[in-house]
């Protein structure tokens, strides 16, 4: 088996699967930031888990989806609890928190904007103008802008 190429700065490819980062044992795990939702504990991890039921039961013969579910419930008690209990759904809008390692908390909206018929979803965070979440996005864009600037011509910076 050979070694899967890394992406300098971020998880190895097979790891940046959101479902693999929040319940595997992998280094895509690091690169989650901690969250806190109006919808309660475990809502986001509990949406995932049912974004992967409801994917299986629309492609109940798909051997990679099948194996990334078998993989998850090998791996993790946590997601093999929430498969056995957790209904289909989607998680369309939420309030959340986000714990930035610069920032501190931010809260931010997230949208969830999907299109009917199609395996594509969109996430959206934002906030309203004059809150602090809008002034802490402005600082992490002028952050990362200068950042950009100051990188030499065709290197990329690090994740999040």
């Known amino acids: 088996m050979g070694t899967v190429p890394r992406r300098r700065g971020g998880a190895r490819p ?3 699967n959101l479902a693999r980062a929040l319940f595997g044992t992998g280094e895509g795990r690091w690169h989650l930031r901690p969250v806190t939702s109006t919808a309660g504990p475990y809502a986001f991890e509990t ?10 039961s629309r492609y109940p013969a798909d051997p990679e989806l099948a194996a990334l579910v078998d993989g998850l419930r090998a791996a993790s008690p946590f997601f093999a609890e929430l498969w056995s209990v957790a209904g289909m759904g989607q998680l ?10 610069e920032l501190g908390d931010v809260t931010l909206d ?3 904007l999907t299109v009917p ?4 979803r969109i996430v959206t965070y934002t906030a309203a103008p004059g809150t602090s979440g809008a002034d802490q996005l402005d600082l992490l864009r002028a952050s990362r802008l200068s950042e950009a600037r100051a990188r030499p011509a065709g ?3 690090a994740t999040l």
């Open 92 to 101: 369309t809008g939420d309030l959340k928190t986000i714990s930035h390692p």
């Open 155 to 157: 290197t990329t910076a």
């Open 47 to 56: 949406a995932i888990v049912a974004d992967l039921r409801e994917a299986l």
């Open 117 to 120: 018929g199609v395996d594509l």
């Open 110 to 112: 997230c949208d969830v």
């Open 14 to 16: 097979d790891e940046r």
